[in-house]
């Protein structure tokens, strides 16, 4: 049985801008008042999971802990069908220690080069943990396809070269609020707000 959201203030477990901005917007309707990992000066864990799920809960927990309250944490990445899921949950990594995604969407479409099957899908695992070591974990999903160039400045990561089924525009072309009705993330939110936030009296 997932936890009801009772706290005032919640720790965004990430030291990514644009996630923690996405996030903070998804949260807007609840009036919490967020903070991220990075104005904490938290650590980063090290993420030893083998799944999204995995990584999102080192996170929360992590952060929850150092800070002494309700964290959330978001472990997402792409997954591409022709490469059997990769780049996945190393999805930060492909892009090197200096998080060069341009690095990282180049590797792609090189390893793409001749496959006929550019179907791709972006997974999202957000974590809600509390100091006490409680945690709910809810996974969410976009399916969409590879494009190519990388196409718009107002995403993050691999969203200028992912282009969502039923769209003729990248993730990066999209206005953010548009975004937020269809991404991974919106679709994880869609469950942890009926199951964390549904009856909580704000």
Known sequence: MARQFQSDRLVIASHNPGKVR??????????????????????????????FSENALIKAHAAAKAANLPALADDSGLAVSAL????????????????????AMEKIEELLRGSED?????????????????ADVFEGF????ITWPPRGDK??????????????????????ARKHTMS???????????????????
């Open 22 to 51: 996405e996030i903070a917007d998804l949260l807007q309707p609840f009036g919490v008042d967020v903070i991220s990992a990075a104005a904490l000066d938290l650590d980063e864990p090290e993420e030893t999971g083998d799944t």
């Open 84 to 103: 059997s899921g990769a780049p996945g949950v190393y999805s930060a990594r492909w892009a090197g220690p200096d998080k060069d995604f341009m690095v």
């Open 118 to 134: 550019r179907s791709a899908m972006f997974v999202c695992a957000l974590a809600l943990a509390w100091p006490d070591g409680h």
């Open 142 to 145: 976009v399916e969409g396809e």
């Open 155 to 176: 995403g993050f990561g691999y969203d200028p070269i992912f282009t969502a089924d039923g769209e003729d525009i990248t993730f990066a072309e999209m206005e953010p």
């Open 184 to 202: 991974h993330r919106a679709d994880a939110f869609q469950k942890l707000v009926p199951a964390c936030f549904g009856d909580s009296n704000r």
